[in-house]
């Protein structure tokens, strides 16, 4: 089939060379002159496992374009997938809906032959239904040109597996020729028994944000009770482990720690607040506000344990940060806790190294006030404190033998719950962790 893609950000770019790795003839669109160059040239403009190889052979064999024409991109497709972002819009809570609007508004004016127009942002439930009246509006070919709504479920770090190998595809649709184009589209999936859910526009929008806000409050669910663990001296990761066996519970998104951060979770949680009061059901997502502040409080809470490591003040001393992105396997420094907890830090006066395998340029753009460094050694010289807050495995294969021939104090918080304690308690180092009490001291 001949697809488009429209918007080539972290999930757009992913989408545009999984669909043309799979046998479609695919054309990306974006405003962003310099990203459509980068991305012609078969160089994904940010960090992911697997894209750059993906990216290169489709490019490569014809299969995917690139251009900033919307109106060529009219031309050319059957499917068109809108990838755009929707941030949080400054001064509130809800989604900022700009890019979307400005996408399917572009886009429409070309569309002069029947189409389906597929949204997979991340949206407020019921825009996908205004979507499909503004462009039967707008586009020569009226109601002809149909919206249908297919939310991603993309993990940063996996998301090429997660886009050829899903877990399931959840779709939005007003016709039954919709769905069978879709069922074309995603053939592949489907031949190999993913499950395919094909529901309403408004339920294939709440699906995105429900599972979101699910694994938000498991987050936080589990972090509030390592804070309890703490007061009560008890181990939150052994305490995961064993109501993890619990079927009806499981293991996965128990991990106590710095909590969530990135550009879905946090946003994603709060426009869905947002939503629910503008329907007039506020008090149904009341509990996701707590659920936001849990998490905050991570970030405010490592801060206090890194200075209680080094004795009550953080002035002057010497701290190593390891990891800036939100998360492992991504260069996203988008609401990164630990770039959050270095900069706090460092305005109580610490001298911050950071460290991260990818990340660097990205947070030396948002915080140039911090001190970067390549090499973990480099970051931990002289340390007084080192604190683990994003759980690359890089760091959980260091040597803390070696290490401690370089800091000034061998003290580790980990902030990720996620260093092998043992060895490092073998070597004589303070290990802190989020919800295990002093019994790592």
Not at 23 to 50: M, N, S
Not at 184 to 196: C, N
Not at 273 to 283: P, Q, T
Request: net charge negative; proline share 5%.
């Amino acid at each position: 089939m001949r697809i488009t893609v429209i918007g080539t950000g972290y999930l757009g770019a992913v989408h545009a060379a999984c669909m043309a790795d799979i046998g479609h003839e695919v054309l990306g669109v974006d405003v962003d002159v310099a990203k459509i160059e980068a991305l012609a040239a078969g160089r994904p403009p940010f960090y992911e496992p697997g894209l750059s190889d993906v990216l290169g052979r489709t490019v490569g064999s014809g299969a995917l374009r690139f251009t900033t024409s919307l109106a060529e991109a009219a031309e050319f497709g059957d499917v068109h997938f809108v990838c755009v972002g929707t941030p949080q819009l400054p001064g509130s809570h809800a989604a900022d809906m700009t890019y979307v609007n400005a996408a399917v508004d572009g886009l429409g004016r070309h569309l002069t032959r029947p189409t389906l127009v597929v949204g997979k942002s991340t949206v407020p439930v019921g825009t996908a239904a205004a979507l499909a009246a503004r462009l039967a509006d707008i586009a020569p070919v009226g109601a002809d040109a149909e919206v249908a709504w297919n939310p991603e479920f993309l993990r940063e770090g996996f998301a090429v597996q997660d886009t050829l190998r899903p877990d399931r595809l959840v779709v939005g649709v007003r016709s039954s020729e919709a769905d069978a184009l879709l069922r074309a589209v995603y053939e592949p999936m489907l031949a190999v028994g993913t499950p395919y859910i094909c529901t309403d526009l408004a339920t294939a929008e709440l699906v995105k944000v429900s599972a979101n806000a699910f694994l938000a409050t498991k987050i936080s669910f589990i972090n509030a009770i390592a804070d309890v663990c703490d007061a009560a001296g008890g181990d939150v990761v052994t305490l995961a482990d064993a109501i993890g066996h619990d079927e009806r519970i499981g293991r996965r998104f128990l991990a106590a720690g710095l909590g969530f951060g990135g550009g879905c979770l946090p946003k994603d949680i709060r426009a869905f607040m947002a939503r629910a009061k503008e329907l007039g059901v506020s008090d149904a997502l009341g509990f996701l506000a707590e659920v936001d502040e849990i998490n905050m409080r991570r970030r405010r809470r490592v801060v206090e344990l890194a200075r209680e490591l080094v004795g009550g003040s953080l002035l002057g001393q010497n701290v190593a940060v390891l990891g800036a992105a939100f998360k492992p396997d991504s260069d996203d420094v988008r609401d990164s806790p630990a770039l959050n907890v270095a900069a706090a830090i460092q305005l109580q006066g610490a001298n911050v190294r950071v460290h991260d395998p990818e990340a660097i340029d990205n947070a030396r753009a948002v915080f140039p006030s911090l001190d970067y460094t390549r090499e973990v050694a480099k970051a931990c010289e002289r340390a007084d404190v080192v604190l683990h807050l994003t759980e690359w495995q890089e760091y959980r294969d260091l040597d803390p033998d070696t290490l401690a021939q370089v800091v000034s104090h061998p003290r580790m918080l980990d902030g990720r719950n996620a260093l092998p304690v043992d060895r490092w308690r073998a070597a004589n180092w303070t290990v802190r962790g989020l919800g295990r009490g002093r019994a790592l001291v």
